[in-house]
């Protein structure tokens, strides 16, 4: 019986001329933006590679000099991406692309593609996954939201009830039709162009490839739940509704809410809820705190001085030329340290506040599956804000692992010289540069996301099994007249 | 005649109950919107403020320590002499070269979330100087903001199709049309009437919401005499409103039902306000690429690295002068130093200058290119109209950061000169360091930059309104 | 007052009128009779300009409706099958709002409910909302919105089908009335006792020509209907 139903659907769905424009250009749209995706994937990715490379040949090959120049010197870390990114861009726009890794400093990721933007990339960006987070779903709802209200309209539903077919049965034979539908337009689509773009992306780095068929696997499943969320509600709509434009008008309220309205409320509330403090806030936060530091390069600080003599009691000397330790050495390291704890508290704090925030989004996609979906759709690309953060916790660990190297260097190789004699004079060479080990960022696995995106599961999967009671409660429940 | 059919449609939508859900939510979103773009502007203007400030103080400490100095009240060593200009040109102090909000800027946030409205001016290439982008959780400036312009754009055309979608449609359907037709009053006549009276509430509110929300929430537009920009304003949002409705009566005059009706002005709603828009941007994006960032600082790195090997300059120098002894080397260092560096790091640039000009002009070829495009989308030429309005366009920061670059070379020019002398500076010149001072981009600019928009928009509507009125002028009374 | 000049109309190949010539004076009621798709409802739609003649004239007042197509509705008043009003008006209401679009703007709201009383609507009905009324009762307002248009000419599309026959009689009094002032009057109707009682005159049509016209006060009922149904079955 469902399957009659669902045959008789689909091929009415399959002569009715708006599905089938509106699929043709969902799936050009698809192939668009999965073929650009993927250009630019592989564009940036060869440039990164190539960049990664040339910039450990800078290090290895920038000669003989102290090692704290070397530490200024430094090292650029390039932010990867999954090629799942191609797929879903994501926030790639908003985060930094690369971050400096020098001595003194935790700088944050810099050159966020949207900066050199036209304004034009505020409406957003046209990506496979804003085709199915946005356009698939009105193509359901295009199908779905006369299927009951159009068939009372019709009197065709008198009929079909004369004939003693359950309700039940009548409306999952319908969903499983539209299911039909969506299937032959979008299965074949995503397949083409899924492979066309793994084609022109080529080549990938085994690193951005960990866990690629698990994530892969995943984000298919949670688009097939976002999927049905939507044909649930809208044939559960259309059963509640008085009229096909009654229906339409509640399904497109609907999808404006989910979909526009609620991220951008919920950024606000969000943002209300954990404000995020200005960039000056955190500036002066650091300032104060690394001003309590040594001043390893200002020796009439009273810090730089206090540090001294805490050294000179400590090894119980008089100068610091008989330290068992550069002084300098020790000064930097000491200052690091100390820079160390400050950057883990402020730039700690905003990555905590950023982590809130997600969260407090992740809480809100209970009245939106779209943020759910969002959320878990760039978590398992690769293009979230836990994404950039990962990097830039990768490089500031890289950054810390360096100076500290290059510090022991110093302590070492400027033993029994002045500070500014352990500065210029003492010269390190390629031998100490290649103890640095490259830069190497690992993203986070399939496990570690789903972990972090709890919320956002059980949102969908909450979703997902509501929408379903709901539909299987008002199929019972449907008037044949209104 | 027009004036009893608004009358009545007055009374008809008086009593829907789609009038007392929709009107609260859009004015609350109006104020809203208002609201959330003021308070960006106060955080804008306060940080102006503050980086200000903090340039200011660091100046003020190097005067203050030189005081001491030369009153003889501070034991200094030599590196921590103020006056040494190369160490203050490069890192011991620095500009902030800010932007300050327009009186207007709660229009639109536009691009001033992702672009940085101060920047810290030192020796190096402003492109090198990146850490002053404020901080901001990027979901956030992904998902964009809540401010009077996104309810404009987005949600203002919307409210103004539930509300005119079936303006005739319905008449039609609920079989008022017949008799309606047998007045002695024009199908044209009575859309008019119906659109003039929708159009005012819908376009009306929004005006004088927005108009007076504005002004309230920052009364410096009219004392600072933005109040053209405000009236421009409301002309962009008037004539965007009046394409939505043309294109209701269009699609009424095609004579279809209600709900294919409501189906084709949605579809066009997605296709001009979401799809399009980025579609272009796509386009754009991929016609004119941007080099990455990435290839830039591989770029300064390489020329650094040719630099170096040209020059017979060594960067040990400092290790070389030691053997003349530690003070003398300290002196040397601070002084010959940077006089062998800076031409060391000029031709760097210069041999990496290529790539950085590869950049801005594809950057500029990108934002022509974005800027003819965006007149296949009423909603996009809206967005920018507003974000010059409000001085948060791409073309305003463009503007800005050749200010900063302009004032970035007075810096230069500044120090060198001293260095080039080998000599700390005169008191008079520590005191008298030039600041950057913010030019905003005068009336007539930014008029300029509209016009386009605005006729753009005045062609969208009116085409709408001249297509819609001739169809309906075949239209035919006689039921289907 | 009211007159067709081998008034033709071809919906692509098919003829819906074949060249009709009538005409009809004032405080003339001309039934038009005839099976669904003859040709009745095409020829009210052509007085009232709301389709085009392929070719011929439709004449209100002398005047050609394709060519002056508001000046004639100043003169004409129309009631289709369904009078179907803006359900959230009152009675009153939509009366004044049709009245004002005729041109009346001048009517006090006594010289209104004058107007809906003497179309026969109940005293309690006038300022409920229309959403609440019986067929007759809209077919009233209809009525009413005619009288108070001061119409010359009355155009009715089966404007007695689905009424009770109490409701029917009076509106075809009501009809009668009008003629009496002057006023031409042309219905389309199935119903051959009304058309016999307050008609002057009848036409059978049939295939879009008009194969009968007569006086109605010449023939009688059974007359009438043996025509009609000999007409029908040729």
């Known amino acids: 019986?469902?399957?009659?139903?669902?045959?008789?659907?689909?091929?009415?769905?399959?002569?009715?001329?708006?599905?089938?424009?509106?699929?043709?250009?969902?799936?050009?749209?698809?192939?668009?933006?999965?073929?650009?995706?993927?250009?630019?994937?592989?564009?940036?990715?060869?440039?990164?590679?190539?960049?990664?490379?040339?910039?450990?040949?800078?290090?290895?090959?920038?000669?003989?000099?102290?090692?704290?120049?070397?530490?200024?010197?430094?090292?650029?870390?390039?932010?990867?991406?999954?090629?799942l990114a191609l797929f879903d861009p994501g926030l790639n726009d908003y985060t930094g692309t690369l971050q400096y890794l020098e001595a003194h400093k935790e700088n944050q990721a810099a050159f966020k593609p949207a900066a050199d933007a036209t304004a034009l990339a505020r409406f957003g960006d046209l990506s496979g996954a804003m085709v199915l987070q946005l356009l698939v779903p009105l193509l359901i709802i295009l199908l779905c939201f006369g299927m009951i209200s159009g068939e009372r309209e019709d009197?065709?539903?008198?009929?079909?009830?004369?004939?003693?077919?359950?309700?039940?049965?009548?409306?999952?034979?319908?969903?499983?039709?539209?299911?039909?539908?969506?299937?032959?337009?979008?299965?074949?689509?995503?397949?083409?162009?899924?492979?066309?773009?793994?084609?022109?992306?080529?080549?990938?780095?085994?690193?951005?490839?960990?866990?690629?068929?698990g994530k892969l696997l995943v984000v298919a499943l949670a688009y097939v739940a976002y999927f049905a969320i939507f044909v649930c509600v809208a044939l559960a709509i259309s059963i509640r509704s008085r009229s096909s434009g009654a229906a339409l008008t509640t399904l497109v309220g609907f999808w404006i809410v989910t979909g526009l309205l609620v991220p951008r409320i919920g950024a606000d509330i969000s943002k209300a809820v954990y404000p995020t403090p200005s960039a000056f806030e955190v500036e002066a936060s650091i300032q104060k705190g690394r001003d309590a530091g040594i001043h390893a390069h200002e020796p009439n600080h009273p810090n730089h001085i206090a540090f001294k003599n805490k050294m000179l009691k400590k090894y119980n000397v008089t100068r610091i030329e008989d330290l068992p330790y550069s002084f300098q050495g020790l000064a930097l390291e000491a200052d690091e340290e100390h820079g160390f704890k400050v950057f883990d508290q402020n730039y700690g704090r905003v990555r905590e506040l950023y982590a809130e925030q997600d969260k407090v989004q992740q809480v809100l996609s209970v009245l939106s599956p779209a943020v759910a979906i969002e959320g878990l759709s760039e978590a398992l690309s690769g293009t979230d804000v836990d994404f950039a953060n990962d990097f830039s916790n990768a490089a500031e660990a890289y950054r810390r692992n360096m100076v500290r190297i290059l510090n022991a260097d110093i302590m070492q190789g400027g033993k029994g010289m002045t500070q500014y004699s352990a500065e210029w004079g003492y010269r390190a060479n390629k031998s100490l540069w290649s103890k640095v080990p490259p830069f190497d960022f690992d993203p986070p696995g399939l496990s570690t996301i789903l972990g972090r995106n709890l919320v956002s599961i059980l949102v969908l999967l909450a979703w997902l099994v509501g929408s379903i009671f709901w539909l299987t409660w008002s199929a019972r429940r449907i008037k044949i007249d209104m | 005649m027009i004036r009893q059919i608004m009358k009545n449609e007055w009374t008809l939508l008086s009593r829907e109950k789609i009038l007392y859900l929709a009107l609260p939510i859009y004015l609350v979103m109006?104020?809203?919107?208002?609201?959330?773009?003021?308070?960006?502007?106060?955080?804008?203007?306060?940080?102006?403020?503050?980086?200000?400030?903090?340039?200011?103080?660091?100046?003020?400490?190097?005067?203050?320590?030189?005081?001491?100095?030369?009153?003889?009240?501070?034991?200094?060593?030599?590196?921590?002499?103020?006056?040494?200009?190369?160490?203050?040109?490069?890192?011991?102090?620095?500009?902030?070269?800010?932007?300050?909000?327009?009186?207007?800027?709660?229009?639109?946030?536009?691009?001033?979330?992702?672009?940085?409205?101060?920047?810290?001016?030192?020796?190096?290439?402003?492109?090198?100087?990146?850490?002053?982008?404020?901080?901001?959780?990027?979901?956030?400036?992904?998902?964009?903001?809540?401010?009077?312009?996104?309810?404009?754009?987005?949600?203002?055309?919307?409210?103004?199709?539930?509300?005119?979608?079936?303006?005739?449609?319905?008449?039609?359907?609920?079989?008022?049309?017949?008799?309606?037709?047998?007045?002695?009053?024009?199908?044209?006549?009575?859309?008019l009437g119906k659109i003039l009276l929708r159009g005012s509430l819908i376009i009306g509110t929004a005006v004088v919401v927005s108009l007076f929300g504005l002004i309230v929430a920052n009364p410096d537009i009219l004392s600072a005499g933005y109040a053209w920009r405000i009236a421009m304003m409301a002309v962009i949002l008037a004539l965007y409103g009046t394409f939505w409705f043309g294109l209701a009566v269009l699609v009424n005059a095609l004579g279809k039902k209600s709900s294919t009706n409501a189906l084709i002005m949605m579809a066009a709603w997605i296709g001009l306000v979401l799809v399009l828009p980025a579609a272009l941007n796509l386009a754009a994006k991929t016609l004119y690429p941007l080099p990455s960032r990435i290839a830039m600082v591989q770029a300064l790195r390489k020329g650094d690295e040719q630099a170096t090997k040209e020059s017979k300059f060594s960067r040990a120098y400092r290790a070389d002068l030691l053997r003349a002894g530690e003070e003398a080397a300290l002196k040397a260092s601070n002084t010959d130093f940077y006089l062998k560096v800076l031409p060391l790091e000029q031709q760097a640039e210069k041999i990496a200058q290529p790539i950085f000009d590869e950049f801005e002009n594809q950057r500029q070829a990108q934002q022509t290119l974005a800027e003819r495009l965006k007149y296949l989308s009423p909603a996009a030429v809206t967005q920018i109209a507003f974000n010059e309005l409000a001085d948060s366009s791409a073309g305003s920061f463009n503007n800005f950061n050749q200010q900063v670059e302009a004032y970035h070379d007075v810096w230069r020019q500044y120090f060198l000169k001293p260095v080039q002398e080998n000599r700390v500076l005169t008191k008079d010149e520590l005191w008298n360091i030039p600041r950057f001072q913010y030019q905003p981009e005068s009336g007539s600019t930014i008029f300029g930059r509209i016009f386009g928009d605005v006729l753009a928009l005045l062609i969208f509507a009116g085409a709408m309104l001249v297509i819609g009125f001739r169809l309906l002028r075949n239209y035919s009374g006689a039921a289907r | 007052m009211l007159e067709a000049v081998n008034l033709k109309k071809d919906y692509g190949g098919h003829l819906a009128l074949k060249g009709l010539n009538l005409k009809i004076e004032p405080g003339e009621i001309y039934c038009l009779l005839g099976a669904n798709g003859a040709g009745k409802s095409t020829t009210i739609n052509l007085f009232l300009d709301f389709i085009k003649p392929s070719s011929g004239m439709a004449l209100i007042d002398g005047m050609n409706v394709a060519d002056h197509s508001i000046e004639t509705k100043k003169a004409l008043a129309y009631i289709p099958e369904i009078v179907m009003l803006y359900r959230n008006l009152s009675g009153l209401e939509n009366l004044r709002y049709f009245s004002q679009l005729a041109g009346h703007s001048e009517y006090t709201d006594a010289d209104l409910l004058g107007f809906l009383k003497r179309a026969g609507l109940p005293d309690h009905a006038p300022m409920k909302r229309v959403g609440g009324y019986s067929k007759g009762m809209r077919q009233k307002v209809g009525i009413a919105i005619a009288i108070a248009k001061q119409a010359k000419v009355l155009l009715l599309d089966e404007p007695t089908s689905g009424l009770d026959p109490k409701a029917s009689n009076e509106f075809s009094d009501l009809l009668v009335q009008l003629a009496g002032d002057g006023v031409a009057i042309l219905m389309a109707t199935h119903d051959l006792f009304r058309a016999k009682e307050s008609g002057t005159r009848a036409g059978i049509m049939k295939h879009g020509e008009l194969v009968a016209d007569l006086v109605t006060a010449d023939i009688g009922h059974a007359d009438l209907e043996a025509l009609y149904l000999k007409h029908m079955h040729d």
Do not use: C
């Open chain 1, 1 to 83: 019986m469902i399957w009659t139903i669902a045959k008789k659907e689909l091929t009415e769905i399959r002569r009715d001329g708006r599905f089938l424009w509106t699929s043709l250009i969902i799936v050009a749209l698809l192939f668009i933006a999965l073929g650009v995706g993927a250009q630019r994937y592989a564009a940036d990715r060869d440039l990164r590679i190539e960049a990664s490379q040339e910039d450990r040949d800078s290090w290895l090959n920038q000669g003989d000099k102290g090692p704290h120049a070397a530490a200024h010197y430094g090292v650029y870390g390039f932010k990867p991406a999954t090629p």
């Open chain 1, 155 to 213: 009197g065709t539903f008198r009929q079909l009830m004369s004939m003693g077919v359950p309700r039940t049965k009548l409306v999952w034979g319908k969903a499983l039709g539209v299911t039909g539908a969506i299937a032959i337009v979008l299965v074949p689509g995503i397949l083409i162009a899924g492979v066309l773009a793994a084609i022109l992306a080529g080549n990938n780095d085994p690193h951005e490839m960990i866990d690629f068929q």
């Open chain 2, 30 to 191: 109006l104020i809203y919107g208002i609201m959330n773009g003021t308070e960006w502007k106060t955080f804008l203007y306060d940080n102006s403020i503050e980086a200000r400030e903090m340039a200011d103080k660091v100046f003020q400490s190097k005067r203050d320590t030189l005081d001491k100095i030369l009153a003889g009240k501070l034991k200094y060593s030599y590196a921590e002499d103020p006056r040494l200009p190369a160490q203050l040109a490069r890192y011991k102090g620095y500009e902030m070269a800010t932007k300050p909000p327009a009186p207007t800027a709660a229009i639109s946030i536009g691009q001033s979330d992702v672009v940085p409205s101060y920047v810290k001016v030192q020796w190096k290439p402003m492109f090198k100087q990146a850490n002053t982008d404020e901080i901001e959780n990027p979901r956030n400036l992904a998902v964009g903001t809540f401010d009077l312009s996104f309810v404009l754009i987005y949600l203002y055309p919307l409210l103004i199709i539930a509300l005119s979608y079936n303006v005739l449609s319905s008449e039609r359907e609920q079989g008022t049309q017949v008799l309606l037709l047998s007045q002695p009053v024009s199908v044209r006549q009575f859309v």
